[in-house]
């Protein structure tokens, strides 16, 4: 019974690329969290997704950031031109309803160069 | 801006004692409450939830709902050195009807000493 998969593990990109992390949520979990957590800061929200909707992005920065849900497969996390601040911890969440606490991944540490 | 706010530690507790580790939060809409354990380079875990006032008993967790005066806090009985960690609180936000959205304090780093 896997939990939720997050890949890779460990995500190092030069300034100026694209990063796409992917988040597999818990099998029967059709609500997905993205968070990001810088060092020594708490965990933000990002952005909230059911399948093939994104139901707030109220955390997402207006540029440069997108996320998907989709269909079949895996929940993206895109970051587009990526910069030094982008350097941080990414974490997905999924849960069942979206209303009693969640389950995280393992999450994805992005170090941009 | 919807915050919840906790005491950055570290918070120092020999083996065997209670740890004491409090939150407040500013959504009065806020309607779930739970706080995370997260060890260094690892991902945060669900402990305990809470949801009305009073008292969760889980083991040798103790978490305690005040919505009055907008506070959690979380007991943890007969302290362990692997209950070092840091705890982080979370509340749900009322905001734009996102009831999925968490909102996390920074955390409190916990130190059990043997």
């Known amino acids: 019974n896997a939990g939720v998969m997050q890949n890779p593990r460990h995500l190092v990109r030069r300034r100026g690329q694209e990063a796409r992390l992917r988040c597999s949520p818990m099998?029967?979990?059709?609500?997905v969290y993205w968070y990001r957590q810088l060092p020594e800061e708490g965990l933000k929200f990002m952005v909230y997704?059911?399948?093939?909707?994104?139901?707030?992005e109220s955390g997402m920065p207006k540029e440069r950031f997108s996320a998907e849900f989709p269909k079949e497969g895996p929940s993206i996390l895109r970051i587009q031109q990526v910069v030094r601040g982008d350097s941080a911890a990414y974490f997905c969440?999924?849960?069942?309803?979206?209303?009693?606490?969640?389950?995280f991944g393992s999450g994805t540490r992005l170090t941009v160069v | 801006q919807k915050e919840v706010e906790q005491n950055s530690g570290p918070l120092s507790v020999p083996e065997g004692a209670i740890a004491s580790l409090n939150c407040t939060y500013s959504?009065?809409?806020?309607?779930?409450f739970f706080w995370y354990r997260q060890y260094s380079g690892k991902s945060p875990e669900l402990i305990m939830s809470?949801?009305?006032?009073g008292d969760k008993e889980d083991g040798r967790f103790t978490a305690q709902l005040n919505k009055a005066s907008q506070y959690v806090s979380l007991l943890i009985r007969d302290s362990q050195p692997s209950d070092s960690a840091t705890y982080l609180c979370?509340?749900?936000?009322?905001?734009?009807?996102?009831?999925?959205?968490?909102?996390f304090g920074k955390g409190t780093k916990l130190s059990v000493k043997p």
């Open positions: 969440a999924s849960s069942s309803t979206g209303l009693y606490g969640y389950t």
């Open positions: 099998k029967g979990h059709s609500h």
């Open positions: 997704l059911q399948k093939e909707n994104i139901i707030d």
């Open positions: 959504d009065r809409g806020s309607q779930s």
């Open positions: 809470i949801y009305s006032n």
């Open positions: 979370a509340v749900t936000s009322s905001y734009g009807g996102s009831q999925g959205n968490l909102i």
